[in-house]
């Protein structure tokens, strides 16, 4: 959630005529936690929203912002809806430590330690990102959250990539095993320096082709995989990508400003969608570590 979009300028003028002026600068802490602020009143590198008007936490050390924990503010569902998820992974790990072999162990870790990782980091951010110790520990949570979604992109999507190569020649396996560790390095590298919510993104773009190609070949029976788990396959990029697309171009705030400042912003939105996607892919990779862990395939070379 970043600026940049046509017309912000436009809404921030007329957002600032219909409220009153202020001598004083009021984005300095404030006495009380619950004194929640407006947009024009926030440093400049948390004003990334310009239709997001109200409910803004002022800068907070860290007690103050885990105290915002207990009262609504305009980051309260988007904290909320990767932190459950944190306990709904660390419930879920005994089922999935069941394999014996080797490999699939470490399958299983990828996909443990890829399904925590994006909701721990974006928890991480979104609680802190209005510490009050600058626009320099700012942007160094962005890249935890980044980086988290990185894990979940590279280690998590790992089983799926195992799986789809698993019967391929054993030479083109590998090769395709590679490729997609070497996209992930690349979308790592892109994710650290992006500036722009599209540019965090496009990112991604080389690893998802990947996968859209892997995916393919599951749907035409070429590789390997559980048959079962195509639409869950399908799903957790596509849901992703459309989230990714709403966050982005922020809908629906952008169509009724100051509405949706609290629930149902792009933000809120994208945040659902994106537990929506992991649980697909979740639900696919255990289905192909159980296929994987039965499967009788014997590469060509």
Known sequence: ????????????????????????EHFL??????DLLHWKDMPKHLQFNPYIFTGYRPLLSVWGCLNSLFYLHNETINIFTHGIPIV???????????????DLRFLTWCHIVGSISPWVGS????????LERGEKIYYRLLSLDMFGIWICQCFGAMPMVMATTY????????????SYCLFSLWGLYKAMIAISPWDRRLCFLLPFCMRLI???FRIY???????????????????????AAIGALHIPERWFPGCVDIYFNSHNIMHILVVTAVYSMHVATMRDLAWMDQVKCKPML
């Open 221 to 243: 029976n070429f590789g390997g995989g559980d048959p079962t788990a195509r639409t869950h396959l399908v799903l957790q990029d596509l849901i992703s990508l459309i989230g």
């Open 123 to 130: 928890f991480v951010y979104h609680l802190f990102m209005n």
């Open 214 to 216: 892997l995916c393919t």
């Open 167 to 178: 019967c391929l020649p054993r030479l083109l396996k590998w090769l395709s095993v590679s």
């Open 29 to 34: 802490v404030a006495e009380k936690n619950e």
């Open 1 to 24: 959630m970043r600026n940049g979009e046509n017309g912000a300028s436009a809404v921030r003028q007329r957002f600032q005529e219909v409220q009153p002026q202020e001598n004083k």
């Open 88 to 102: 709904y992974i660390l419930l879920t790990i005994p089922d999935m430590k069941r394999w014996i072999q080797p």
